[in-house]
């Protein structure tokens, strides 16, 4: 049974950075991909970065450079660092498998970015 937790969203001005956070109880996980994806209001689901078990990352254009994905296969956490914040960076926050996410999602977790 996979359980995903997200954490560390909130409230951060235009340039700001924010730091999330995955916990993930997946069997296996050091050998799993991961991702982190991201919903903005009345839009579909987006892939936002990737990190294989080998830790290859991979990034959405419209983060590379700004974002960057890490993991942990001893504490089973994936992190987003995300700097120079952008308000189309607005979005529910999720981490899943990669690429083909399960059916459990976690409650995700809340990036506005405003003035």
């Known amino acids: 049974q996979v359980q995903i937790v997200e954490s560390g969203g909130g409230l951060v001005q235009p340039g700001g950075s924010l730091r999330l956070s995955c916990a993930a109880s997946?069997?296996?996980?050091?050998?799993?991909?991961m991702a982190w994806y991201r919903q903005a209001p009345g839009k579909q689901r987006e892939w936002v970065a990737d990190?294989?078990?080998?830790?290859?990352?991979n990034y959405a254009d419209s983060v590379k450079g700004r974002f960057s994905i890490s993991r942990d296969n001893v504490k089973n956490t994936v992190s987003l660092q995300m700097n120079s914040l952008k308000s189309e960076d607005t979005a529910v926050y999720y981490c899943?498998?990669?690429?083909?996410?399960?059916?459990?999602w976690g409650q995700g977790t809340q990036v506005t970015v405003s003035s």
């Open positions: 899943n498998l990669f690429p083909a996410p399960g059916d459990s």
């Open positions: 997946i069997s296996a996980f050091s050998i799993r991909n």
């Open positions: 990190i294989t078990n080998f830790r290859t990352t």
